[in-house]
């Protein structure tokens, strides 16, 4: 019997070397160019192994953050031809999951990426031990019942981790759970019943992309409040949620976020230079490896390869 493999997106090569690792499996290679080296052209893919049956009978796992289409088509692309060389199983680590806010159609023919992409990856052929897709966090928790066919789709937790590198860094003062917005309070309370504490909450005022905070919703006087996200892409909802819990007399704000989906270096900068004194992260964004997000000390990444890896063992038993 051969020995499962590893592959992954060029993003998310950091995730899969940890994942390989700790199951004691080789990584493969994706070669990939661009026709004529002209950007935006056709891509071409190859699984960098020589012998053609290199992958007959063999359990394959793909790694790949889907935060980009880039990212999606190439992960989509791998699948495909693993079942097609001839792979028993293929195991898709998806540590973030793109488009997951993109789960509804609020205006008239608006596209719900989320769906698309799903019912996408749900075509690829099932391998005769199966199709396994496994997300971190999803910002909807329905959104593993958006696929379709006989495909496994499994949601993972990065709690464990997350509160782990929590207590290495918890305010030695009174603290209570926050949030940024009314948007995920359930997750939330999930975190300060864990605490043991109470849950306040911030209500905002939406005008297109602007947002306002309008209410702190319960007592926050002398608290030290931890903010809890499954994401952050641009950092504003957090700072505005911090300056507002400082404002009604909160003694510090930290931050906890599952994803940190940062759209660009500036956003680093502004989740630096805001009221936040400790934002702690997981590693399932290929952000959280930028040199600015690991060299500050206000950030602390934690790793959840091993919740990905342990769900992975049981896969292949």
């Keep these: 019997m051969k020995e499962p493999i590893i592959f992954s997106t060029q993003a998310s090569l950091y995730f899969a070397k940890l994942i390989a690792a700790q199951l004691n499996l080789t990584l493969g290679t994706i070669e ?5 080296n002209v950007s935006g052209g056709e891509v071409y893919y190859r699984i960098g192994l020589d012998d053609r049956m290199a992958l007959l009978n ?4 793909l790694v790949g953050s889907t935060h980009s289409d880039a990212d999606c088509e190439q992960l989509y692309r791998v699948g495909c031809a693993a079942v097609m060389y001839g792979a028993r199983k293929v195991v ?4 973030f999951m793109g488009y997951s806010t993109m789960e509804r159609a609020v205006k008239p023919l608006e596209i719900v990426s989320a769906k698309t992409i799903a019912r996408k990856f749900s075509s690829i052929p099932l391998a005769p031990g199966g ?3 496994l997300f971190m966090d999803l910002h909807v928790e329905g959104l593993v019942h958006y696929f379709e066919g006989s495909c496994v789709r499994l949601h993972l937790y990065a709690e464990p981790a997350l509160l782990q590198a929590f207590e290495a860094h918890k305010p030695e003062t009174n603290f209570v759970v926050g949030t940024p917005d009314l948007g995920r309070p359930t997750w939330a309370k999930s975190y300060a019943r864990k605490f043991g504490t109470r849950l306040v909450l911030i209500d905002k005022d939406r005008e297109g992309e602007h947002t306002e905070v309008a209410e702190v919703i319960g007592s926050v006087l002398g608290c030290h409040v931890i903010i809890q996200d499954d994401m952050s892409r ?3 909802s957090i700072a505005k949620a911090a300056d507002a819990y400082i404002e009604h007399g909160a003694g510090g704000v930290s931050a906890i976020v599952s994803h940190a989906a940062f759209n660009s270096v500036d956003v680093i900068s502004l989740a630096n230079a805001s009221l936040v004194q400790k934002i702690i992260v997981t590693n399932s964004h ?3 490896q930028h040199p600015l997000v690991l060299g500050l000390d206000k950030f602390v990444v934690a790793d959840v390869s091993g919740i990905f890896s342990e769900t992975i063992r049981q896969i292949l038993d």
Excluded: A, D, L, Q
């Design 32 to 36: 990939s160019k661009v026709f004529g």
């Design 58 to 61: 063999r359990e394959v796992i």
């Design 92 to 95: 898709f680590v998806v540590p």
């Design 131 to 133: 199709n396994y897709f």
């Design 234 to 236: 641009t950092f504003g």
């Design 286 to 288: 290929p952000m959280s």
